[in-house]
């Protein structure tokens, strides 16, 4: 039987990899909770203004090979953040098996981000199709 992607990312979400909300990061952020906010967006999705403050960016097809220059300790808290929080639960259960014990995943991804930044009551604009 062929699975599609969201088949998989629902199977390691039904694993146990652990979603945290916008405001459940904006939380730990605010406590200064020791944490690192990895990017796993590519650089293209990284234009002017779509930078994520603090984080370490390193591309998700690249986070394996790198992600021991970025982190010490594999108990460290990750958050890891995508464009939609998919490519996120991949890379965190990735990770866990490599040993890094507290990845988690930005639900929503840096769209959510973007979302919960727009005052209240404003309207998403449509994407630009190319």
Excluded: W, Y
Aim: contains cysteine.
């Amino acid at each position: 039987m062929v699975k599609s992607f969201a088949d998989l990312v629902n199977e390691v979400r039904a694993g146990g990899v652990e979603e945290l909300t916008v405001k459940q990061l904006a939380a730990l952020r605010k406590a200064g909770a020791p944490m690192v906010l990895l990017d796993i967006r590519e650089p293209h999705e990284q234009v002017k203004g779509a930078k994520i403050k603090g984080a370490v960016c390193i591309p998700r097809g690249l986070l394996e090979m790198n992600i021991d220059r970025h982190i010490r300790h594999p108990n460290e808290l990750l958050i890891l953040v995508c464009s939609d929080g998919m490519r996120s639960i991949m890379a965190a259960e990735s990770l866990k098996r490599m040993g890094f014990t507290n990845a988690k995943v930005l639900a929503g991804g840096f769209r959510a981000l973007q979302a919960a930044a727009k005052p209240s009551g404003a309207e998403a604009q449509p994407r630009a199709r190319r």
